[in-house]
């Protein structure tokens, strides 16, 4: 069918899940903003190029794969399914995500995973600043290197980064990896199809020294 | 808000269709920035011992073949006007800060001043960037490179001379996405050097702050590094030269763009759907720049 991304998005809320169709795929997206955003049917979308800002918001239970690059913000919100990015991620990927799998094969720039709230990101390559700010929970893994403030903030959710970082944020620290961070990491991996030892990687962890006012501490500013 | 574009043809046999290959950039950012367009084109150097004015008329009832006698019987010298609506580019031999100081004495209500140089032309209104590129003929531009903006206005007045680019000294503009907290800090540093201000625009401090950086001496990354320290607040900037394209985006890098580069051309946007029609675009290198680094293509 062919038509306006408001039509589309329109027939994949209303008319999806009535309907036999499990496989769609969306081409020339041209960098249209707000694709596939707030699905909740299980069904297998693939975009045919570079998406805009917002691809595949607020996604439950569908599985989303984007041949190209996104803007801002893609899987923004997740809740459950699966969505991967074959090329780029712009600013704020996976931001505030609740559950689900993010996964980007090359980059992710800036705030990637900021505020995450229990979803899993896996990115191939690096990922920019601030990253992880104030994760809540899940996962955020980078293959490559981490850019500055990593974890800035950080609360309950676990980082694994193989390269070099730039620098870690307030009360974000780096732990080793245990037996069980072994296994979800490597659980991870595979999930993306990433082929990398699971030692190579340094966990990144709050230490929770923010989570408590401390009165003593020096007030000054 | 506000839409950023720029384009730079490195294959010259693709220059006449500058202004074709820029249109569908500039429109395609009008939802960032419907209140107002402009861009700044750069194409071929006047003769040697002339000088161009770009020149706006505050009022559409402009009288400019009384303004043409003025300057002819004022300076003794014949003036080359090119009219376009309001819009009109003098060219001339006369010395540029005479025809400057008597374009300000004798028109300051009238006319605004928008450019001054040898190779740069610049078209800025209020409007759709559709109308404007319209009334403008920014279809027909023909030159090796362009900075276009879209502006939705956050902090001051919707006129045209508010619009971006904002350019100062000899053929050296700017347009902003983002906005700066100390555009007033700058302005008290660098009027008691006797640079003049034509609006209260945050831009316009950023835009002379930097040409007053390279004037002093400073290299482009000198004049920007400097800008990181004397600029706060959120930005991308896009700078255009009579032979270079400047891009750089602040520390916190809130402020988006895209580049897409092949051998025919580099274009810059905010956003990618901006870049989607250009030629040959699937086979481009595509990326985001990084914060507080200065990407610099020359013609």
Redesign the interface.
């Known amino acids: 069918m062919y038509g306006q991304f408001s039509d589309m998005n329109q027939y994949l809320h209303h008319n999806l899940d009535k309907s036999n169709v499990s496989n769609i795929r969306i081409i020339h997206p041209d960098g249209a903003h707000s694709i596939a955003v707030g699905l909740d049917v299980p069904v297998n979308i693939e975009i045919e190029g570079h998406a805009g800002y917002f691809c595949a918001g607020m996604n439950k239970q569908a599985n989303v794969t984007i041949n190209g690059n996104v803007g801002w913000s893609v899987a923004e919100n997740i809740m459950s399914g699966m969505v991967r990015v074959k090329g780029y991620a712009s600013e704020c990927a996976g931001a505030s995500g609740h559950g689900g799998t993010l996964i980007i094969e090359r980059d992710a720039s800036l705030r990637c995973g900021i505020s995450m709230k229990g979803v899993d990101i896996i990115v191939g390559g690096s990922v920019g600043n601030f990253s992880a700010f104030m994760a809540q929970d899940g996962h955020l893994v980078v293959c490559g290197d981490a850019g500055d403030g990593l974890g800035d903030s950080i609360y309950e959710a676990i980082i694994y980064v193989r390269g070099k970082i730039k620098s870690l944020g307030a009360d974000a620290r780096i732990e080793p990896l245990t037996d069980e961070d072994h296994k979800v990491l490597a659980k991870l991996l595979a999930l993306a199809g990433f082929k990398h030892d699971t030692k190579e990687f340094k966990r990144v962890a709050s230490a929770r020294q923010l989570y408590h006012w401390n009165a003593d501490a020096n007030q000054e500013y | 808000m506000c839409g950023i574009v720029g384009l730079l043809i490195k294959n010259p046999a693709m220059r006449d269709e500058l202004g074709e290959l820029m249109l569908p950039m500039l429109i395609g950012m009008t939802e960032r920035g419907p209140d107002s367009a402009g861009l700044a084109v750069f194409g071929d150097r006047i003769s040697k011992g002339k000088v161009k004015f770009n020149l706006f008329a505050t009022s559409a009832d402009f009288d400019w073949n009384s303004f043409e006698k003025a300057f002819d019987s004022h300076f003794g010298s014949i003036a080359e006007l090119t009219i376009k609506g309001r819009h009109a580019v003098l060219s001339t031999t006369v010395i540029w800060e005479s025809v400057r100081d008597w374009l300000v004495h004798s028109y300051r209500r009238e006319l605004t001043i928008l450019c001054v140089g040898s190779s740069m032309d610049i078209y800025k209104d209020i409007g759709t960037p559709g109308q404007v590129a319209e009334r403008y003929g920014f279809k027909n531009l023909h030159g090796s490179h362009v900075v276009g903006h879209t502006r939705m206005a956050t902090e001051s007045a919707v006129t045209p001379q508010h619009a971006h680019p904002f350019t100062a000294g000899h053929d050296f503009c700017l347009v902003h996405n983002g906005s700066l907290s100390n555009p007033n800090s700058i302005r008290r540093k660098l009027e008691p050097l006797g640079i003049h201000f034509d609006t209260d625009n945050d831009t316009e401090a950023a835009c002379r702050y930097l040409e007053w950086r390279l004037r002093e001496g400073d290299t482009l990354e000198q004049a920007v590094q400097s800008g990181f320290e004397e600029q706060d607040g959120f930005y991308t900037f896009l700078m255009g030269t009579e032979n270079k394209l400047a891009l750089v985006r602040d520390a916190f890098?809130?402020k988006?763009a895209?580049v897409a580069e092949n051998d025919d051309y580099v274009a810059i946007s905010s956003?990618?759907?901006?870049?989607?029609?250009l030629p040959d675009i699937k086979n481009a290198r595509?990326?985001?720049p990084?914060?507080e680094e200065l990407y610099v293509w020359t013609i």
């Open positions: 890098a809130c988006p895209v956003e990618f759907r901006s870049l989607a029609r595509l990326f985001e990084a914060p």
